[in-house]
């Protein structure tokens, strides 16, 4: 063949099979969309484990183990993982779960850009207890729930895969992605509860709380016991006062004992459920009735659950407990 020819069919074939490549070849936020589709719509456990460990390799979160006293360093997703596991109800709705997963990958994120906390041990990003987000590694969570274990950690990878990446911002940083179990009807202002006021944490509705167990609670003390925990010394008779309460209809000032206390102070000297409480006395006991489970700033796990049921997504969900914030990419 003479070499014009050649280069002439050479040329021809590549005219046509450039365009063929082209399309063969996605592009990566293409194998990505596939990818979480098909971790969502019924993968194994086993491809589940290996897509998060992909995507995520690069990504270590440095865990300090209380029981062990060591830090062990995990990548991401998985860490993400071992939170929703452990701090909300794997039998909640699956848009429940993502949003969990949201915003528990949010707390680390927020922990990442922030200054290093000098409560922690020496490189450490976080605890394994509420004292940051409760994590449990998935041998852990094996020994816990056994036979379910399989079903469980399917369902909560899914979660995870299916938000893979994505934190709430707030004019472009993390937020402080503040969850608790259960509400009294309504969320708390972030300034009614801790010392700075966050536009993003603001007291909100929340409706769907009562089909919580812990909606309703009742703590019985004894006068002397109260006594003791506050420093106070409670007359004859004497119930307490409140004084006022928050927009979330939470105690914001009390009077017991000739002392003025806010709410938040009574709750956790007397390890009450919520600061949404009323007092009365039987003989020698105070008897507290609280509504809601927790401090009440952020999301209510049982709300985003009874949300989920309506319909809701996680993205509305989490728009609804958090205001003006964006969804972004890590």
Not at 11 to 22: D, H, R, S, Y
Not at 279 to 298: D, L, N, S
């Amino acid at each position: 063949m003479k070499k014009g020819v050649f280069l002439s069919v050479i040329m021809i074939t590549l005219f046509f099979l450039i365009p063929v490549l082209l399309v063969m070849v996605p592009d990566q936020e293409d194998k990505m969309s596939e990818s979480v589709e098909k971790a969502t719509t019924g993968g194994s456990r086993q491809a589940l484990t290996k897509q998060l460990d992909k995507e995520t390799e690069e990504r270590i979160v440095p865990v300090f183990r209380n029981e062990t006293e060591t830090v062990e360093e995990t990548d991401l997703e998985t860490y993400v993982a071992g939170v929703v596991a452990s701090e909300m109800p794997v039998e909640f709705d699956i848009e429940a779960l993502k949003a969990q997963a949201l915003t528990a990958r949010t707390y680390v994120a927020k922990q990442m850009s922030s200054s290093s906390d000098i409560n922690l041990p020496q490189g450490a990003l976080v605890t394994d207890t509420k004292m940051h987000q409760v994590y449990k590694s998935e041998e852990e969570l094996k020994k816990e729930w056994g036979d379910d274990y399989e079903w469980k950690m399917d369902k909560v990878k899914e979660a995870v895969l299916a938000t893979q990446g994505q934190v709430l911002t707030y004019e472009g940083e993390p937020i402080t992605a503040a969850f608790f179990s259960t509400s009294n009807g309504y969320t708390e202002n972030a300034e009614d509860y801790w010392e700075n006021p966050e536009p993003y944490l603001q007291s909100v509705e929340s409706p769907w709380d009562n089909e919580s167990p812990r909606y309703e609670n009742v703590k019985r003390m004894t006068v002397a016991d109260v006594e003791q925990k506050l420093n106070i010394t409670i007359g004859a008779g004497e119930t307490g006062k409140i004084l006022n309460r928050t927009d979330g209809n939470r105690v914001d000032e009390v009077k017991l004992g000739g002392k003025t206390f806010d709410g938040r102070h009574i709750r956790e000297e007397l390890e009450l459920d919520s600061s949404d409480f009323q007092m009365t006395r039987e003989g020698t006991e105070m008897v507290f009735t609280t509504k809601g489970w927790g401090h009440g700033v952020g999301m209510s796990q049982y709300g985003a659950d009874g949300m989920a049921k309506e319909g809701k997504d996680y993205q509305e969900i989490l728009q609804h407990y958090f205001k003006d914030v964006v969804i972004s990419s890590l």
